[in-house]
């Protein structure tokens, strides 16, 4: 059984069985049925209600265990839940799973090319945070988690070394 939320919407319990081309369960304690054909390893053609749907997956990441598809040409980003998840969120404890950092270090010797955020401004995983040019190539560093800027510790221009702190969160 899984709980599922498709693009942030409200979660639905879902448990489904499969076998070689046809899938049965309940969603929402609702029976559902139908059938479906694995094209390759990333396309599906699922039947349901009569209805046809095309179903690629583009991005599938474990470890957040997020799903994003594109079915019928509309893209959809599914977020999957299993019992343990649950009971880790009943208890409190899936805070504790989240990447926490509280400061960003050179990773080798350079110059600071760009700084492309500000004091107090929140930052998204995966976001640009500063140019660093190293052996004539420019870094682009990255926030690992979501933060708040605390404190820039270097100014455009400036010289750094190996693990010298640069953006404080």
């Given at each position: 059984m899984y709980k599922i939320s498709v693009n942030e919407s409200k979660p639905i319990t879902v448990n489904l069985t499969s076998s070689n081309t046809a899938f049965e369960g309940n969603v929402n304690e609702m029976l559902v049925k139908g059938s479906f054909v694995k094209l390759n390893d990333f396309q599906f053609h699922l039947l349901?209600?009569?209805?046809?749907?095309?179903?690629?997956?583009?991005?599938?990441?474990v470890e957040e265990k997020t799903i994003t598809?594109?079915?019928?040409?509309?893209?959809?980003?599914v977020v999957l839940k299993d019992k343990y998840?649950?009971?880790?969120?009943?208890?409190?404890?899936?805070?504790?799973?989240?990447?926490?950092?509280s400061d960003v270090k050179a990773p080798m010797p350079g110059m600071v090319l760009n700084i492309l955020v500000s004091e107090g401004q929140s930052v998204k995983k995966g976001e640009a945070l500063i140019i660093l040019e190293a052996m004539k190539m420019e870094n682009i560093?990255?926030?690992?988690?979501?933060?708040?800027i605390k404190k820039i510790a270097v100014n455009k221009g400036t010289a750094v070394e190996k693990?010298?702190?640069?953006?404080?969160?």
């Open positions: 349901y209600n009569n209805q046809s749907y095309n179903i690629d997956i583009i991005k599938f990441n598809l594109r079915i019928n040409s509309e893209k959809h980003t998840d649950e009971l880790l969120h009943s208890l409190g404890l899936d805070k504790l799973a989240q990447k926490k950092i560093l990255k926030c690992a988690a979501d933060g708040v693990n010298q702190l640069l953006i404080q969160f």
